[in-house]
């Protein structure tokens, strides 16, 4: 039973004292109060239990809590909090040699932050140090981080301040295929397909070559001949789960290794098994990235962050010293270390492959019936579900509808999230140890939840 704090004072204090900004982006309406989790669920003050299909934003990857990771904690805990890296421990060596060896040639080489804006600003940084460079070029629609530097890589309108950042950094069109102006049905790799018409003729994409002549375009036209870097996710988290046309970052690669840039793989929401058929996202588009950054599961919810790179980039980095203070700490290296162990032990990537196809499958079948659904998409347990006025314009569903439909699957008890460019995307990335039961569960709630909204809807025209 909560016996803490009660919720009006918690608002209060929110209000006046803890990140007041937070009180512009309340998630819901009526907000959710928590205060306990265990693997994929969590309770609110009052008791409630809410099957949790957002952890974190894709960050509480084994479970809240989970027994394995609690106990790993526990037992460091006891034994040795934090010390620099100026002396030499076990635990960081122990975990970089263990992630390395999830990691293809030649990236072998590890720097260990506390969040994901941190490692995107590392790999910003070595890029630019190794290359000479200094143009970085990303994604429309892409979030890389809040800090001053990584908000620049940034290009989503509600992250970006209104203050100088983002010098050097130009964005190129995303190759969305259900939103952007070319796509097609078999352009991605999805277990489901879009609805919208295909523009691709005998097996030849062509929405992939549209796409890559606006990078081509960007490259010719918003950017000097040499550029450092090109960062991009596999497949777009806050942008809305977006995937692109198969080949596509294989092609943007050669290009960018053209101009002399090194491609960086953001892989804070795809890594560590997500996507289920892969353990980096990056593999399921047949490429390896010279950068690849890491941060949210890592460490289960235990704030932490990580670039992994090659010895020759390496390198170019060891021209200065580079120190901080808690990146890598025992605790944080413990933690990740049972993260990694718990994904083997309970085969946390096959049943995302398992769960996630299961879950797209459905989907697609409330997508085939209520018009409002426009797109059902993603890999593993990292799945988008676009809302849309209708099918033909495929306009973005209106904020307001967007939350009322949210806010009825919440009073449910499932907890899910939103993103896009319109917020008009629903986002389900569970814990990955969810089961067939909480798919069954989440498809009954959605598909009601629609109901419910049509029914509305009706009565008031
Ligand atoms: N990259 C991606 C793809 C992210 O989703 C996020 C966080 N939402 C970040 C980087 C930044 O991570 P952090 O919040 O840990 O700084």
Known sequence: EYKGMSKERMMEIRRLNCNPMTMKVTYYKKPVFVHQGYMQWLWDVDGKRYLDLFAGVATVIAGHCH?????????????????????????????????????????????????????????????????????IITFRGSYHGGSTSAMGLTSVEAYKFP????????????????????????????????????????????????????????????????????????????????????????EAYKLVRERGGVCISDEVQTGFGRTGSHFWGFQGHDVIPDIVTLA?????????????????????????????????????CVVASSVLDTIQENSLQQNCLHVGTYLMIELAKLRDKYEIIGDVRGKGLHIGVEMVEDRVSRAPLSPQAISEIFEDIKDMGVLIGKGGMYGQTFRIKPS???????????????NKSIHNYMEKKMNVS
């Open 296 to 332: 949210k599961g890592i460490g289960n919810g235990f704030p932490m962050g990580a670039i992994v790179t090659t010895p020759e980039i390496a390198a170019s980095f060891a021209k200065g010293a580079h120190f901080n203070t808690f990146g890598g700490n025992p605790l944080a």
């Open 67 to 135: 027994p394995k990771v609690t106990a790993a904690a526990e037992q460091q805990l006891k034994r040795l909090w934090h010390t620099t890296n100026i002396y030499v421990n076990p635990f960081i060596h122990e975990y970089c040699e263990k992630l390395a060896s999830y990691l293809p040639d030649p990236l072998k080489v590890i720097y260990l932050t506390n969040s994901g804006s941190e490692a995107n600003d590392l790999a910003m940084l070595m890029a630019r140090l190794h290359t000479g460079n200094y143009d």
């Open 163 to 250: 203050i100088a950042n983002g010098i050097g950094c130009t964005n190129t069109m995303c190759p969305d295929v259900f939103r952007g102006l070319w796509g097609g049905s078999h352009c991605r790799d999805s277990p489901v397909q879009t609805i919208r018409e295909c523009s691709c003729a005998q097996g030849h994409c062509m929405a992939q070559e549209q796409y890559i002549g606006q990078l081509q375009e960007t490259l010719a036209t918003s950017v000097s001949r040499r550029i450092a870097a090109f960062f991009a996710e596999p497949l777009q988290g806050i942008g809305g789960a977006v995937q692109y046309p198969k080949n596509y970052l294989k």
């Open 432 to 446: 990955m140890c969810i089961t067939m039961e909480d798919a069954d569960f989440f498809i009954a709630v959605f």
